[in-house]
């Protein structure tokens, strides 16, 4: 044992410092280890959970977003379809009036139409009469001899239709 | 704010500080034992004249406690114990979920050691194991600091029969903790392998099952596959002496590994601060500190690894199968 105890291996200093170290092992496992590794675990705990939570607060935030948008296509949708019916609406409206307003036109050009005819039957007829009237005058002037008169309207009459009938044909 | 700075202080306090460096370097050098043999003596005061340092391997007894010999590096133990508990206690008497600044550090120390037994060892083994590793990490890192405070090795006592000792030494220059911690060690990983393996852990030592099972072949009448598996058994039994030896040896390099190193270091800063005095040796205390660090992290580590070893199972080589 003589080189051991040069070294300086002694019993008794070894056990004592055996016994330090226990010692200090249980010291430092009450006063430092445990309190550290609780907080530590502590810690980490907040911090998974506090991370948890941004995560779900994340979700929720895309969530809403999400609703946001849907709604605002849902609006946009919907604006564009009454913008489409409303468009629609008045391209009604619009050849609604075009088609009366044509009809009016359309009706007004045929009583307009029927008018000037029956006008102009009408001075037709006028005409004749008195063409009538002046060639019963004329030959009664000629004939001098004045014809019965009812006789010889008649006479012209036939003679007129006559005339009208053939033309008709 | 200066125009030229450095270290932010102003660049005249800089080459003020580096002159007075280089006299106190100087005169160091002339007035020490390797400028008075080039020089001759200068006639010098004594007082200036640094002591030829005396290293001593065993630790000197200061007092006897109840017939108890206490000898210096059990009081550098206490020391170092009193600072650990205090600070500890001190820092964690109120903790703080947001951490002051002396609480962080303290907490990032202890957590950066935690987060490591758990990387190495496991989630769980790595909870269990904490408390040994952290322990022999601090006590032997601040032991090596605090042993590096000027004037903590020159406090100088007179003992009960008349020797002028030291009253403060550092508890790793001397063997006997070294030895201590490495027998610590030794145990909790015997007892964590027990602990967590129960009979299985011994088999790693005691490797005969192969070796009795090719008896029994050779028995049943299967010599040739017996005697095959008898030079097997019986390398398996070899290895498992080499474990077991290894166990041991283990205790003897960690031992020496970290006695030899203080030691050495010691000796070192008691030889530079000797040769040259004053500010030479300011660069060997800043090696000191990071091999303190470093040897406590070296011997914190292996008792880390040595214990994950200890509680791994060893399926192929158990004594079951």
């Known amino acids: 044992m003589g080189g051991l105890a040069d070294l300086g291996i002694n019993l008794p200093v070894l056990v004592a410092q055996i016994v330090n170290v226990a010692i200090l092992l249980g010291l430092l496992y009450l006063v430092a280890y445990r309190p550290v590794m609780r907080m530590l675990d502590e810690r980490s705990r907040r911090v998974k959970e506090s991370m948890a939570q941004a995560e779900s607060i994340k979700e929720q935030a895309a969530h809403a977003e999400e609703e946001v948008k849907k709604q605002l296509e849902a609006a946009s949708r919907e604006g564009q379809g009454k913008i489409t019916r409303a468009v629609q609406t008045g391209e009604e409206v619009k050849q609604k009036a075009q088609e009366e307003a044509r009809q009016a036109t359309e009706t007004l050009l045929t009583r307009a139409r029927h008018e000037i005819q029956r006008e102009r039957d009408e001075a037709i007829e006028e005409v004749r009469k008195e063409v009538a009237d002046l060639t019963i005058m004329v030959a009664g002037k000629v004939i001098d001899r004045s014809l019965d008169k009812k006789a010889h309207r008649q006479l012209i009459d036939r003679v007129l239709e006559e005339s009208t009938r053939r033309k008709k044909k | ?321």
């Open chain 2, 1 to 321: 704010m200066p125009k030229r700075g450095y270290f932010g202080v102003s660049f005249y306090v800089v080459v003020g500080f580096l002159a007075v460096f280089f006299v106190l370097l100087v005169t160091g050098f002339v007035i020490g034992p390797l400028g008075r043999s080039l020089f001759g003596d200068l006639g010098l005061p004594a007082w200036l004249i640094v002591p030829r340092p005396v290293p001593e391997l065993p630790a000197e007894v200061v007092f006897h406690l109840f017939g108890f010999p206490v000898t210096n590096s059990i009081i550098g133990a206490w020391l170092t114990m009193l600072f650990l508990v205090v600070f500890a206690y001190v820092i964690t008497r109120r903790m703080k979920i947001v951490p002051g600044r002396l609480q962080s550090a303290f907490e990032s120390l202890l957590g950066w050691l935690y987060h490591l037994c758990q990387r190495v060892a496991g989630e769980e083994n790595g909870r269990r194991f904490f408390p040994v590793v952290a322990t022999i990490f601090l006590f032997v890192a601040f032991n090596a600091w605090l042993s590096l405070i000027p004037g903590f090795g020159s406090i100088m006592v007179t003992t009960a029969d008349g020797h002028h000792v030291h009253l403060l030494r550092g508890a790793n220059t001397d063997i006997n903790m070294p030895l201590a911690l490495a027998l610590i060690s030794f145990v909790f990983v015997e007892y964590f392998g027990l602990q967590s393996l129960g009979f299985h852990y011994l088999g790693k030592f005691l490797n005969i099952g192969q070796f009795l099972r090719s008896i029994g072949q050779i028995v049943r009448g299967r010599v040739r596959d017996g005697m095959i598996g008898m030079f097997t058994g019986l390398i398996h039994i070899f290895v498992g002496c080499l474990e077991a030896l290894s166990e041991f040896i283990r205790i003897v390099s960690f031992t020496f590994r970290l006695f030899g190193n203080m030691t050495a270091g010691e000796i070192l800063l008691l030889i530079t601060a000797f040769l040259v005095p004053w500010v030479f040796a300011i660069p060997f205390y800043g090696l000191e500190l990071l091999v303190g660090f470093v040897q406590a992290l070296i011997f914190g580590g292996l008792t880390l690894v040595f214990l994950t070893l200890a509680v791994v199972h060893h399926g192929e080589q158990g004594a079951g199968d």
